[in-house]
T-cell receptor, first 113, second 114 residues
Framework: DAKTTQPPSMDCAEGRAANLPCNHS???????VYWYRQIHSQGPQYIIH???NNETNEMASLIITEDRKSSTLILPHATLRDTAVYYC??????????????FGTGTRLQVTL | SAVISQKPSRDICQRGTSLTIQCQVD?????MFWYRQQPGQSLTLIAT?????????ESGFVIDKFPISRPNLTFSTLTVSNMSPEDSSIYLC???????????FGPGTRLLVL
C-alpha cells in the first residue's frame, strides 16, 4: 500500500472549517483514500473514503486532487468534540481481496474556543 | 455499520499472567482483526482472525504470545500471554463485513501490566 504524509499537528478555531491535508504521491490506480479519527484513545472512527471523485457525508468532505497525489479532509464547522488524531490511509478496496490498513502517525487536530 | 463490543474495557494485570480479550459483533462479518496501540504510538496490526483456521500473524507477532480464536462469524478472542509491562497497550478489534470493504473498530481494551 502507498504511504501517506500528514502534518503532525494543526489548530482550528471552533466554528471554522478544518482542512486537513494528506500527501499520497505513490498511490496506485486501485487504491482508495480513507480517513479515520481517534478521539483520546477510543477506537478509531471511520469518517469517509474516496477513489477519485470528491465525497461528502454527514461528517466531512473529502477533496482528492485530479492527479490523486494528495487529498484534503474538510470538517466544515469544527467543534471541540472534533479534537482528535486524524489518520489518512490509502488501501486497495472493493476488490474482494484482503487489504491491510496501515496507520501512520496522523495529524493531531486541536479545536479551540 | 456493525456494532462492535469488547470485554473487558480495561484491566490491570500482574506480570506473568494472561488475559483474554473478547470481541463481539452484532452481525456476521467476513473479516476480523486485532491491533495493538502502545502508549503514544499509532495502531499496529497483530493478526487477522480467520474463522475455522489459525490466525494470520503479522511480522513480529507470534501465536504463542497472542493466541487468537474465532469460532464463528460474530466473535473472536485475543489472549495476551505471559504478560510483561511492555504489553501495556490498548488492544483493538476491527471488522470488515465483506472482504476489502470499510473496516470498523471496537472501543478497545486498555491493559496495564504491573
Amino acid at each position: 500500500d502507498a504511504k501517506t504524509t500528514q502534518p503532525p499537528s494543526m489548530d482550528c478555531a471552533e466554528g471554522r472549517a478544518a482542512n486537513l491535508p494528506c500527501n499520497h504521491s505513490t498511490i496506485s490506480g486501485n487504491e482508495y483514500v480513507y480517513w479515520y479519527r481517534q478521539i483520546h484513545s477510543q477506537g478509531p472512527q471511520y469518517i469517509i473514503h474516496g477513489l477519485k471523485n470528491n465525497e461528502t457525508n454527514e461528517m466531512a468532505s473529502l477533496i482528492i486532487t485530479e492527479d490523486r497525489k494528495s487529498s484534503t479532509l474538510i470538517l466544515p464547522h469544527a467543534t471541540l468534540r472534533d479534537t482528535a488524531v486524524y489518520y489518512c490511509i490509502v488501501r486497495v478496496a472493493n476488490t474482494g481481496t484482503a487489504s491491510k490498513l496501515t496507520f501512520g502517525t496522523g495529524t493531531r487536530l486541536q479545536v479551540t474556543l | 455499520s456493525a456494532v462492535i463490543s469488547q470485554k473487558p474495557s480495561r484491566d490491570i494485570c500482574q506480570r506473568g499472567t494472561s488475559l483474554t480479550i473478547q470481541c463481539q459483533v452484532d452481525s456476521q462479518v467476513t473479516m476480523m482483526f486485532w491491533y495493538r496501540q502502545q502508549p503514544g504510538q499509532s495502531l499496529t496490526l497483530i493478526a487477522t482472525a480467520n474463522q475455522g483456521s489459525e490466525a494470520t500473524y503479522e511480522s513480529g507477532f507470534v501465536i504463542d504470545k497472542f493466541p487468537i480464536s474465532r469460532p464463528n462469524l460474530t466473535f473472536s478472542t485475543l489472549t495476551v500471554s505471559n504478560m510483561s509491562p511492555e504489553d501495556s497497550s490498548i488492544y483493538l478489534c476491527s471488522v470488515e463485513e465483506m472482504v476489502g470493504q470499510t473496516q470498523y473498530f471496537g472501543p478497545g481494551t486498555r491493559l496495564l501490566v504491573l
